[in-house]
């Protein structure tokens, strides 16, 4: 876990596995792929 901390540091904010976006893309797919409704839209639009 501390290589991966380590490393998340060097990556861009957006990219996808640390990033913003790597956690709009995990609500995204929890939702479609878990329980349709698990995160409510307006909470992932923030």
């Given amino acids: 876990l501390r290589l991966l901390y380590d490393l998340s540091g060097e990556t861009d904010c957006d ?4 990033g913003r976006s790597g956690y709009l893309f995990s609500l995204l797919f929890v939702n479609r792929h ?6 409510q839209d307006d909470l992932i639009k923030e």
């Fill in 15 to 18: 990219e996808l596995l640390y």
């Fill in 34 to 39: 878990i329980c349709e409704g698990t995160i």
